[in-house]
């Protein structure tokens, strides 16, 4: 499906948009421009009328965003390349769609786990998890263009589609069955030394190894298998399968960011 056949078939639903994403579930808080105005930010979207009535009393004409979990959002984005058809949606893929005042669209699925922060092997569409994440609602306007988000689709909301679940799923990091690069095809020698090191990490500085290795290996493109290989290597060294996971995470955004 392409931004061409998805605008020719707008559907804006019946009622305002907020009252829209309430009825699917959402959670909403107030937003200024795209910032949460509230002190928690999005832990205190809620659904509750009686505080969104006193929100929009406190804050008249702002900005809404909203929640929901077990719902992700496909946030695409075309100043930074991105476009609805690198998605390789179908007609039976529609689900609920937003508008951008950016011009971009925001897709809405359902699916519950761990997500990447980005899709992966495609350029400018990000991933929001629900319950975490947060998108500017309908109705509210962008803080740059001036323009409306508006509803496009308004729902059901769709299961993600299957061909999408390995491009958005966050790479699990399980206990290792080897030695750390026993049995993963890291292409060489190019990543032991970053396993290696993990693995020789000493108590104190095992965690700081293992960011620093993850970063290096999200600034040279590394492949999935290697932090597999870093994962295995930090269980063997005594760290727990949360804080593996927490920190490969981190190191994977300094090194992409750098």
Known sequence: MT????EARPDDGAGTPLETMLALGFSVGPLDGKVPLTKHGVQDFTRDRQVITRWARQYPGCNWGVTKVGVVCLDVDPRHGGTVAALRLRPEHETLTI???GGGWHLYYRHTGPVRGKVASTEGIDVKAGGRGYLVCPGSVHPVT???YRLHRDGPI???PEHLLALIAQPSYGPPRSRPSEDLDLGGDRWDGLVRSVAEAQEGNRNGTLFWAAARAAADNAPAAVYSALASAAHQIGLPANEIHQTI???QRKGTAA
């Open 99 to 101: 508008r951008t005042g």
């Open 146 to 148: 001036g323009k409306p």
């Open 158 to 160: 769709a299961t993600l």
């Open 249 to 251: 995470q981190s190191g």
């Open 3 to 6: 931004e061409q056949q998805m």
